[in-house]
């Protein structure tokens, strides 16, 4: 079934989904924003993921190697937290000390179709929810506009809705953080085709857990984190989708990579099977550690923030 708002859709079931050439074009998002993992820290648990034990050194370093990686292949933006806290006017806004997770700034929003600002998440937990706060300073500060959600919906940005590379289309996680009526106001307050991904399980608790989009035709998928129906709605939009085991997903984070102009793919260095069936499809491989990441839930799509 396809659900019409007055201009955009909602594609709750495979058989409605359109062919994928009959989709407006749009520009893929190459430029990348990273916010500074100053107070990165595991506190608290609110993923199947999360460990004590973080080695801020070893955090910050690879954390510094991967932004410095990525100026080499893409246009690069650093959102120093606590520089935005010194101009962040709200008060009720925790401090930088006290949001560990901020450095996971793809889950603050989401770029809007039109490439003329973002949207801004709704955190479903308590402990992230001051956070976007920071990335709405930050985009004043730059001269970026954003919006907001009009709806009473959680709404994890990036982590959870990813756009489909080169087409007006986005994918959307939704279940254990973002509510599915956030796609509905999405699909028809920007006029764009909405592909709602219902999520199995906390341990994919975002879409970029289990999913990223490598070009237009390609996906990186950990097929065990989706409904059947989720399954075959991907494999309707997609040529190729390089599947991962859920021990791949869920203990080197393998889905959870980023592709740069659909050719360059960066990746967490420990998965060998997944960089070997890039490799072999064409793809180059730019391999980064963030193991000390992975503590807290997160790898290379978590701190990318691409728009």
Not at 83 to 90: A, N, S, T
Not at 272 to 283: F, K, P, Q, V, W
Request: proline content about 6%; overall charge negative; charged content about 30%.
């Amino acid at each position: 079934m396809c659900l019409f708002t007055m201009t955009g859709r909602l594609y709750t079931e495979p058989d409605a989904l359109p062919p994928l050439d009959s989709l407006p074009r749009r520009s893929r998002d190459e430029s990348v924003l990273f916010a500074t993992p100053t107070h990165f820290s595991v506190d608290y648990r609110i993923n199947p993921y999360m460990v004590s034990g973080v080695d801020t050194s070893a955090a910050s370093d690879q954390w510094r190697e991967l932004v410095d990686r990525y100026e080499d292949i893409a246009d690069v933006a650093v959102m120093d937290v606590e520089d935005v806290w010194d101009d962040l006017d709200e008060s009720g806004v925790a401090p930088p000390a006290e949001l560990p997770d901020i450095t996971f700034c793809s889950n603050h929003a989401l770029s809007l179709p039109d490439g003329a600002g973002f949207l801004l998440a709704e955190m479903a937990t308590e402990e992230r929810r001051d956070e976007p706060a920071y990335f709405r300073q930050w985009c004043d500060t730059q001269g970026i506009r954003t919006e907001k959600l009009r709806a009473d919906a959680a709404f994890e940005g990036c982590g959870d809705a990813r756009w489909h590379p080169g087409r007006r289309l986005l994918w959307g996680g939704y279940g254990p953080r973002t509510d599915l009526e956030a796609y509905r106001e999405i699909a028809d307050r920007y006029d764009i085709s909405v592909v709602p991904l219902e999520l199995t399980d906390e341990a994919y608790y975002h879409l970029d857990v289990c999913f990223s989009a490598i070009d237009e035709h390609t996906a990186v998928v950990c097929p065990d984190a989706f409904t059947e129906e989720g399954r075959e709605k991907l494999d309707r939009v997609f040529d190729t989708l390089i599947t991962v085991s859920p021990e791949a997903a869920q203990e080197r984070f393998a889905c959870n990579c980023h592709s740069i102009a659909g050719d360059v793919v960066v990746i967490e260095q420990s998965n060998r099977a997944t960089i070997d069936a890039l490799e072999s499809r064409g793809y180059d491989t730019l391999r980064v550690s963030t193991d000390e990441f992975m503590k807290a839930g997160g790898s290379v799509a978590c701190m990318a923030f691409p728009h």
